[in-house]
């Protein structure tokens, strides 16, 4: 499967700070999903688009799908301890289809 | 509700033996996923599954590695002969039909804790 590229490989801030992480694809998907992975644990599911142009919140987080299908971003506002994690983007071609999935943004918060 | 669930969480075995790690996915999920996690190459999808039925086996790396979903609730992921290059995080998710709407569940793909194997 395809690899997406993902940026920034790794962000170390301070609490309060805001974030912000993207995803490319040289070919579309039709749906976009962001995961956070803690250590030791499998991913757990943040936010998933399924529109281009949505922009969809969740708490502190806020993520969107690119018009062209080809990217997506992730926002976190006002960081918090808790959030230190691997962050992974997913693109999915057609429902019901496997994952691909970018390498990861490592977070490091620190109080 | 339960989510997915994976065994044995830990593995560490010698090279050459037979490993079989095992998932049961969400009840009521009618797809199911297994991924590779390692270092190198990241998440990797090794095969999955639709209605109990291989759809896609094009990850799986060579003979060595095989995979069975005999009935809705149960599936298995197989090495054999184990070598050291297969050391990873084995992930299994599920998930269900879409609705055809769109919405938070529409085929979300939920991932087990992962089996940690070590083949030395």
């Known amino acids: 499967g395809q690899q997406l590229n993902q940026s920034p490989q790794s962000m170390f801030i301070q609490e309060g700070e805001d974030v912000s992480m993207n995803c490319t694809s040289s070919s579309i998907f039709n749906t976009w999903l962001w995961y956070k992975q803690d250590p030791g644990e499998g991913p757990v599911l943040l936010i998933a688009?399924?529109?281009?142009?949505e922009l969809t919140s969740n708490g502190r987080l806020t993520a969107q799908f690119g018009i062209t299908r080809k990217d997506s971003f992730l926002n976190i506002s006002a960081s918090i301890p808790s959030d230190v994690g691997i962050y992974f983007c997913?693109?999915?071609?057609?429902?019901?289809?496997?994952?691909?999935f970018g390498k990861g943004t490592s977070l490091l918060v620190t109080p | 509700d339960a989510g997915v669930i994976q065994s044995p969480r830990h593995e560490v075995t010698e090279m050459g033996q037979e490993v079989t790690l095992r998932c049961k996915p969400i009840?009521?999920?009618?797809?199911l996923f297994w991924y590779r996690q390692t270092m190198m190459r990241g998440l990797e999808l090794l095969i999955y599954f639709n209605n109990n039925v291989p759809i896609d086996d094009s990850g799986m790396p060579e003979d060595r590695f095989s995979a069975k979903m005999p009935n809705a609730s149960f599936s298995t992921l197989k090495i054999q002969p184990s070598e050291p290059r297969d050391s990873a995080v084995y992930f299994c998710a599920s998930s269900r039909p879409g609705t055809g709407e769109s919405g938070s569940d529409q085929e979300t793909q939920y991932f087990g804790p992962g089996t940690r194997l070590l083949v030395l």
């Open positions: 997913a693109g999915q071609k057609l429902a019901g289809y496997a994952l691909n």
């Open positions: 009840s009521g999920h009618n797809s």
């Open positions: 688009l399924y529109k281009a142009g």
